[in-house]
């Protein structure tokens, strides 16, 4: 495959358009394997270009030109020009309508872009550049148009007929068919069109906004579906107050719909007025969700409700800009989440994505800006940089400007962008000039990749009663980016003393944030009468991995004392993360591990301490994760990594079991369910006993049966999943047993077939990949489902760090084979696939050798798709 065919864009390309739309009409006759659209553009040169070429260029992309007409007149085929991506004319007017026509193959699309069928239901995803796989048309951000929306379909098939906007006429064809016509009147760029059609029923509700509209809510599933729609509606409910109460921001029409699809790329897309989400977003009961899934369809749910303001009514100029609308969104889900749960626990779960996943992306070959600077795929950039990096981003200017400041900064945004398609440089201008602060230097987040490093040491100077802090930053090279400038870095700080207290006054909470804009900066503290101990970048609040050196004995004393929740969390993670990396050592040199008996007292103090907090004190016991361990070996070593970190896991189960049976049997009273913090919480502390119980080596007879108990009992998926995937990690007939009992139980249901497919895979025993092989000719399997993908292959491959780096190379060719079949049907999920595999420096040169050359097998795949090369080429170079 040669690099011509893989163009690169580039951020530095972008003009105006030379045609903008005043209005589009749009037509689908729906039949399953032939659609036919039809496109009544209206369209006028755009006073705002400088190029004047008078050529019309609009993409389109997998479908058939059945024919085009210019104001009405049918255009021979020498009038335009057609290739596999666009179709171009010169119109020789400056106000014009086109009609075009065009013909699709839903049923045939499983790339799962554009219009496709799911379930015999049609639905449609055009965010980024999906519109071009329905008609011929400017498919780009910043061209903004009305659009009318004419639907025809079979009324038996398809009762349902949805589009964005109002609902403005409807009826009878005959032949069996009907009609549906629906108008938008917000001008929005063609990303945000959104058709569903399809036998679903509806979920009926209402918002009454605070100027006193009243705003009809709809949740469309399949019939089997209805009575698992209660949270999400509850969840939407929340979303719309408190975008309200936070931002003053209302709803502006007057019916928002959400539908729920098994086949679906992503988690859900904001489409104006209709959004579509993945069912696993939506549905949810007790008996067949988890906390955590009903955690996440809330956050889902919220972040696509928020991006009707930030994203639909204030849009991107350009793909570059992508983190505009996204690393905003997610700052306002986070927020959003925060205050209907308990904030420490949603941060610590959104700092681990961070340093899980983020970091890893930042120091490898796929390294970006949170706004790139150049792209083969712009799919390819829906990444945790750009979504999560950029949601610290705004989160530091939060912290940089305060809250008042920050919502000033909103509300100047909406009140100049209303209606455009912007920047993030517009974005940071409205921060800047709502509040005076200087966002100059801070810009450099949005253009230098790279995880910043702070190095840290602390001084306490006795006779002066001063405590002096010196930071030095740097931020290693990345592609394309060799040298880089320094950050401005916020980075809260607070000092304890003796007993716990806070000893910096006059500052939020004892916690002052420092700005950090050198590369090497120090600050002082004047009255600091005794020797503190620091608590340093509280909350998090920069992306930076730090370098201190902290005693154990300082970490165990923040993690009992910090007034900071993140930082005791913090705390326990990193002293968790000394002792498993020195047992990683010791099996390196082939010495007898033994377990640091003050770590050991560290964790039994926490255990005894009565529990304010169980939800955290939960997080605290768990040991970091394989993936994130890796990434602190200078060559990583699947093999003794996860010896070492099972060594700690087993030692504190026989040390410590007394505690946590004790912890178990005092949180396992389960009532009616409720998924409150505190209930949630509960539930998290007895699941993480119960895992560690289940540690032991060799598993203790009575603790199993307790095990198997829970599953036997457990009114919720939480407990019974939690006991199930203990069950999974031991040998035997039993684990035999209560897999099959659980696959009988849950047969009808994709979602929760999902987490069965992954408790097998993410399993440690020895013939995992033997199963997940077998799995894949399961029935209930299918590679055209992207959740099932993820739940088995992803889950394997990105969630067994152990098996997948198996020394034999098994891992890598059975992802590779994987990646190949995917690219020829669906290269999206395809190249999300990969990277497991982008990381191969970093392993020794056995496995690195193995994995290069399975990247080499990929890029040799003919008519590999522009998604998977870009990243399997720049994993290579
Ligand atoms: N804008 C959506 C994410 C999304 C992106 C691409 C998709 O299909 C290719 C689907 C959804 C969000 O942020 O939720
Ligand atoms: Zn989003």
Redesign the pocket.
Known sequence: MSTEQHATRRREDYRVPEYLVEEIRLTFQLYAESTVVTADTVYAVNQQSTDCTGRLQLSGENMELVEVRLDGRRLEADEFEVSAMDLILVPGKDRFELQVVTRIDPVANTAL?GLYCSNGNYCT?C??E?FRRITYFPDRPDVLARFTTRIEGDRQTCPVLLSNGNLIESGELGNGRHYAVWQDPFPKPCYLFALVAGRLVAIDDTFTTRSGRDIALRIFVEARNRDLCDHAMRSLKKAMQWDEDVYGLEYDLDVFMIVAVDDF??????NKGLNIFNSRCVLASPQSATDQDFLGIEGVVA??YFHNWTGNRVTCRDWFQLSLK?GL?VFRDQEFSSDMNSRAVQRIDDVQLIRNFQFREDSGPMAHPVRPDAYVEI?NF?TVTVYNKGAEVIRMMHTLLGAADFRKGMDLYFARHDGQAVTCDDFVAAMADASGVDLGQFKRWYSQAGTPVVKVSGQWLAEKRRYVLRLRQSCPATPGQDGKEPFHIPIAVGLLDSRGRDMLNGDRDGTRVLELREREQSFSFPDIGEKPVLSFLRGFSAPVKVELDQSREELAFLLAHDTDLFNRWYAASKLSEIVVMETVARLQANAQPVLDSDFVAAVRANLQRPASDKALLALALQLPAETYLAQQMDTVDPVNLHRGREFVRSQLSSLLADEFRRIYDDNNEEGEYRITPEAMGRRSLKNVALAYLMARVPTDEEIYALCCGQYAEAGNMTDAIAALSCVTRIEGRRRQEILHHFYTRWQADPLVLDKWFTLQAVSPLADTLAEVTRLLANPSFSMKNPNKVRALIGAFCSGNHYRFHDVSGAGYAFLTDRIIELNATNP?IAARMLSPLTVWKRYDPVRQDLIRRQLERILAVDNLSGDVYEIARKSLQ
């Open positions: 872009e995803q965010e980024p999906g790329n992503m988690g859900a897309m904001e972040h696509e996204e969104t799919n829906y999206q």
